[in-house]
């Protein structure tokens, strides 16, 4: 089975200060990791992903997440925050081999302060 | 544009009442999915299509049904409905099991 815990359902950060949303998975099998964001009344936008090779993995925005497998973590960290970051930030996981579903976590809301 | 599209983008009803939502896919995307986000549950799967057939099950009501047509395009159709069935109601598409869902911009649903 799969699941996935986001810590913290509420995060704020200064303007410029850096961004660590964090996410914890819990799979039988070597999983797919995904972050998404979903600004107000919009749907949800893949930021990046990991399925096999490098552990850092770059998105859009200037996001990255590195998977570790020992710590069962795909934390989310973007160096300096901009006001157009703040939106609702959701880990997601997949199970290639037992299945298509995505799990998705319960989200994080990101507040930026200028 | 994500490519996924959606309609209605809003849609209020009466207790009782029977909806359809209507999804197309991204270009060349087999698989639909659709998820229910309310504030109190999340992001809930509801069902998951592939190529005009049911290949998962989430947390579906009765009440609810999907079907996905030749076209590829999906309606995810809700019966009976109650004022808990308030919610956004997404629906995502895929190319296959190493890319992300792509999510159409949802149908917000209001029961009154």
């Known amino acids: 089975a799969q699941s996935v815990t986001q810590l913290g359902s509420h995060v704020s950060v200064s303007e410029g200060a850096l961004v660590l949303l964090r996410c914890n998975y819990s799979?039988?099998?070597?999983?797919?990791l995904f972050w998404y964001v979903q600004y107000p009344n919009q749907g949800l936008q893949l930021l990046l992903k990991?399925?096999?090779?490098?552990?850092l993995v770059k998105g859009i925005n200037g996001f990255e997440a590195e998977f570790k497998k020992s710590e069962t973590s795909f934390h989310l960290t973007k160096p300096s925050a901009h006001m157009s970051d703040a939106a609702e930030y959701f880990c997601?996981?997949?199970?290639?081999?037992?299945?298509?579903?995505?799990?998705f976590g319960t989200g994080t809301s990101l507040t930026v302060i200028p | 544009d994500s490519g996924v599209t959606q309609t209605p983008k809003h849609l209020i009803t009466a207790t009782g009442q029977r909806v359809t939502l209507r999804c197309s896919p991204r270009?060349?995307?087999?698989?639909v999915y659709w998820y229910q986000q309310s504030l109190d549950q999340g992001l809930q799967f509801l069902i998951q299509?592939?190529?005009?057939?049911?290949?998962a099950k989430g947390n579906i009501l009765e009440r609810f049904s999907a079907q996905q047509f030749p076209d590829l395009h999906s309606e995810l159709n809700l019966s009976s409905l109650e004022l808990g069935d308030s919610a956004l109601y997404f629906c995502?598409?895929?190319?296959?099991?190493?890319?992300?869902?792509?999510f159409g911009s949802g149908t917000r649903l209001t029961v009154v």
């Open positions: 995502a598409s895929s190319a296959g099991q190493g890319y992300g869902y792509t």
């Open positions: 799979s039988s099998v070597p999983p797919y």
């Open positions: 990991y399925t096999t090779g490098a552990t």
């Open positions: 997601a996981v997949r199970a290639p081999i037992t299945g298509n579903q995505f799990y």
């Open positions: 270009s060349g995307d087999l698989s």
């Open positions: 299509y592939y190529n005009g057939e049911e290949r």
